[in-house]
Nanobody, 125 residues
């Protein structure tokens, strides 16, 4: 089993930066990790994913060039650095861990077996 706890959300202004963290416990080594978000009335949206060692990353077009995913396996922590935030980035942000190991980045939320409780990010104009 894997437990995930996100932190770092908050209220910021458009154009600001914010860094989210996701601390994992359990058997996380070798798992692809991803970040998703969900705004009210919308489906969960893929943002970024990292292969087990961070060597391969994948981003949604909506955040490419603005968001960066990274991970520190020794600390069992995955990060999402968000720059140039926009009002439309407001959502609950979720960290997720792949159900299998040694795979590449994944954008399909169905491939993720473990999810955190989410952290709220609100961007004001």
């Amino acid at each position: 089993q894997v437990q995930l706890v996100e932190s770092g959300g908050g209220l910021v202004q458009a154009g600001d930066s914010l860094s989210l963290s996701c601390v994992a416990s359990g058997r996380t080594f070798g798992r692809t990790m991803g970040w998703f978000r969900q705004a009210p009335g919308k489906e969960r949206e893929f943002l970024a994913s990292s292969s087990w060692n961070g060597g391969i990353t994948l981003y949604a077009d909506s955040v490419k060039g603005r968001f960066t995913i990274s991970r520190n396996n020794a600390k069992k922590t995955v990060y999402l650095q968000m720059n140039s935030l926009k009002v439309e980035d407001s959502a609950v942000y979720y960290c997720a861990a792949d159900g299998s190991t040694w795979g590449g980045p994944e954008s399909d939320p169905g491939n993720y077996a473990f999810w955190g409780q989410g952290t709220q990010v609100t961007v004001s104009s």
